[in-house]
């Protein structure tokens, strides 16, 4: 399964063109998740919410690799793509993830229990 179809990229995309004139300001859009992925052997998570239009290989998101310290920041989605659990399975899409807040909720929740819920 591919990590992100177009759409998907189009929409991270689109969200890194609006927030790159913010970025760094008070008035940074909190934007809510576009895409879950996860480890399915491993206990890691990353909620995206943008990508680096300057750098397509750069998104932005919650990251959780399960070790009890999810943060918010960048990733390389090359990486993403790369990474294997302990079993040897990739990084998989939620294909039924529906955010309900926006990404500072999740990160708050996350914070609070160690890992990202939902």
Same mark, same amino acid.
């Given at each position: 399964?591919?990590?992100? =179809? #177009?759409?998907?990229?189009?929409? +991270?995309?689109?969200?890194?063109? #609006? #927030? #790159? ?20 052997? @491993? ?34 989605? =090359?990486?993403? @793509? ?6 040897? +399975? ?29």
């Amino acid at each position: 399964m591919q990590i992100l =179809t #177009q759409d998907l990229r189009e929409k +991270l995309l689109a969200n890194g063109r #609006q #927030q #790159q004139p913010l970025r760094g300001t008070d008035g940074e859009i909190d934007f809510m998740p576009v895409v879950k992925l996860f480890t399915p052997d @491993a206990g890691a998570t990353w909620l995206l919410t943008e990508i680096d239009p300057d750098d397509p290989d750069i998104a932005f998101g919650l990251c959780d690799l399960g070790l009890g310290c999810p943060e918010i920041g960048n990733v390389s989605l =090359t990486e993403l @793509a790369s990474v294997r659990g302990r079993l040897g +399975l990739p990084v998989e899409r939620d294909r039924h993830f529906k955010p309900d807040r926006a990404l500072s909720g999740y990160a708050e929740e996350a914070r609070a229990f160690g890992r990202v819920r939902g």
